[in-house]
């Protein structure tokens, strides 16, 4: 019998699982998915906006994987530097499979970046969606403007939740803290911007438009930055995602009549930041260098600079892989080297070593496009079966986690946690709210 390990329990983590058990070839493969959070799912629970309630039910697929018979779900146990290392694991598993994401988010490289004030969006969200290890909520303390950089979905949707008033929040699961302040927040005015145009914005045209369908915030473009994107005014030979981006920016540029709505976003194009500027020790707005198309994709700057005020500052530009002690990295990629799947270990395959998802690709894509990601790693993995299964590992891996000093939660200390935020919401006159700390969670998965 094949046992395997996958780390990582986010939808490319689920996926593989489900590759592989749910194929013939290799009949009776048995597969733990581990986790270092106790709680499964990924992004899907920690990275997707709480008001986007249809693609975070998708943790209800997940769920189903999961609960199959030969597929465990093992949590609380981490892999790398402070957990179980890679050759350990082999000890316990004929091949592990690591989905470990890329939760390093990109920086700027532009003075002040580091100024009180100023965030990732990755950390912004990570208070907003409960995660155990979120920093201390003071991201809309005393802000009157926010400049959110980045014109991809992760800045739509911190630009939405920024504009979204209480009682939009109200019926989500957001952590009662973070509830309270964006309730209070005084945030009136944010700014969505990006250093190229309009067709070339990496959002979705579904989350662009929600962002002008909303109760108390109206959507600003500026007619200039628009007229500095050649393909504005004739977009026919765009991609079929571009061109309905830019044909949602036009409506908003055409848009006539005071919109009496009391807060606003306002989406800005060609501006690249040089400097997050300071006042009193503090993020006070960014300087943007105005850039123009360079006619081979890309943009160059003018020399021409503007200041957009807020003191609140959220970076959204992308993610990067982060290393894992034991693995092979290439840096310049910030992805594990492969061959369809399998570790590369100074060029060459390694036994029972296999990878999937951003940290296998970089991080691109939507959640979907892990399922043929997941399904080429499960093929190599499966191809490899014959001369994995003759490796001897041990019988029983949880005793062995146990005895080695991990207290792994399982399926049913999630289902636990579960009914105790499902508790915690009824308490608060609300739906399911997130229990946002270590403490909590392995509390309530009586890991106390």
């Not at 306002?266 to 006619?295: H, I, K, M, N, S």
């Not at 530009?317 to 590369?344: C, I, K, N, Q, S």
């Not at 999937?356 to 499960?378: F, L, M, Q, S, Y």
Request: neutral net charge; aromatic residues 6%; contains cysteine.
């Amino acid at each position: 019998m094949l046992r395997v390990a996958v780390v990582g329990s986010g939808p490319s983590g689920v996926y593989t699982a489900q590759s592989l058990v749910e194929q013939t070839a290799v009949p009776g493969v048995r597969v733990h998915v581990l986790d270092r959070l106790p709680c499964p799912y990924g992004l899907v629970r920690y990275g997707v906006a709480p008001d986007h309630e249809k693609i975070k039910s998708l943790q209800n697929n997940l769920r189903t994987v999961l609960e199959h018979e030969r597929i465990g779900f093992v949590g609380n146990v981490e892999v790398g530097a402070r957990g179980l290392t890679p050759e350990r694991l082999l000890e316990l598993y004929h091949a592990v499979v690591y989905c470990v994401g890329a939760a390093r988010d990109r920086r700027l490289d532009v003075p002040g970046e580091d100024l009180p004030g100023s965030y990732s969006a990755t950390e912004f969200v990570s208070w907003y969606s409960a995660h155990p290890d979120a920093v201390a909520g003071g991201f809309v303390l005393g802000a009157r403007s926010a400049v959110v950089i980045g014109v991809g979905n992760v800045a739509v949707d911190v630009a939405r939740i920024l504009a979204r008033g209480p009682e939009e929040l109200h019926p989500t699961d957001v952590p009662e803290t973070a509830l309270g302040a964006l309730a209070a927040s005084r945030v009136r005015e944010v700014h969505m911007v990006g250093r190229r145009g309009p067709s070339q914005a990496k959002f979705t045209t579904k989350e662009l438009r929600e962002l002008g369908a909303m109760p108390r915030a109206r959507v600003e473009v500026e007619p200039s930055d628009l007229a500095l994107d050649p393909a504005y005014t004739d977009p026919a030979g765009l991609p079929a995602v571009n061109r309905r981006n830019v044909e949602v920016v036009r409506a908003w540029a055409g848009a006539t009549g005071r919109d009496p709505r009391e807060r606003v976003i306002r989406v800005r194009f060609f501006l690249r930041p040089v400097e997050v500027l300071e006042r009193d020790g503090r993020a006070a707005g960014v300087r943007f260098e105005r850039t123009v198309p360079d006619g081979a994709g890309g943009v160059r700057g003018t020399g021409a600079y503007e200041d957009v005020e807020g003191q609140l500052v959220l970076r959204a530009v992308g993610y990067r892989g982060v290393p894992l002690e034991g693995l092979p990295f290439d840096a310049a990629r910030g992805t594990v080297p492969h061959a369809a799947g399998r570790v590369l270990r100074d060029g060459r395959p390694s036994q029972g070593e296999y990878v999937a998802g951003w940290i296998k690709r970089g991080p691109t894509g939507v959640i979907g496009t892990n399922r043929p990601c997941a399904k080429e790693t499960a093929g190599s993995l499966l191809a490899d079966a014959p001369a994995l299964a003759r490796r001897a590992v041990a019988e029983d891996p949880l005793a062995t986690l146990r005895t080695w000093g991990h207290r792994p939660v399982e399926w049913p200390g999630w289902l636990s946690i579960e009914e105790a935020e499902s508790a915690l919401g009824h308490t608060l006159g609300r739906g399911s709210v997130k229990i946002p700390d270590w403490s909590g969670l392995l509390a309530a998965a009586g890991q106390d």
